[in-house]
Nanobody
Framework: VQLVESGGGAVQAGGSLNLACVAS????????VAWFREAPGEERLPITC????????YSSDSVKGRFSISVDKARQTVYLQMNDLKPEDTGIYVC???????????????????WGKGTQVTVSS
């Protein structure tokens, strides 16, 4: 399995980006997928999670109403639509995928077998 993110860049506050994570060799039958943010000096922050086991989307309070995750199984791709970006959203966005379904409120603490290397997002004020 290989996860490759793309779509990052530099934008001004209030702008939008749509990140993509192509999951080669991953089977979207029973799954959980998520996005995390990494920033220097900070712990990895779980952003949002989607799973095959239910229809709920789990998101960090800091991005609710602004970010949304979606899965295109035919394209083997997980997307993160980011709207109304803020300077505090700056960081490296990394996707994760696992064949064990389930997100839950604490999805950042569950095991994830597959990780991408990330794509940089920089938001200026």
């Amino acid at each position: 399995v290989q996860l490759v993110e793309s779509g990052g860049g530099a934008v001004q506050a209030g702008g939008s980006l749509n990140l993509a994570c192509v999951a080669s060799g991953f089977t979207f039958r029973s799954y959980a997928v998520a996005w995390f943010r990494e920033a220097p000096g900070e712990e990895r922050l779980p952003i949002t999670c989607s799973t095959s086991s239910d229809n709920r989307i789990y998101s960090s309070d800091s991005v609710k109403g602004r970010f949304s995750i979606s899965v295109d199984k035919a394209r083997q791709t997980v997307y993160l639509q980011m709207n109304d970006l803020k300077p505090e959203d700056t960081g490296i966005y990394v996707c994760a995928a696992d064949t064990m379904p389930g997100c839950g409120r604490f999805f950042g603490k569950r095991p994830w077998d597959n990780w991408g290397k990330g794509t940089q997002v920089t938001v200026s004020s």
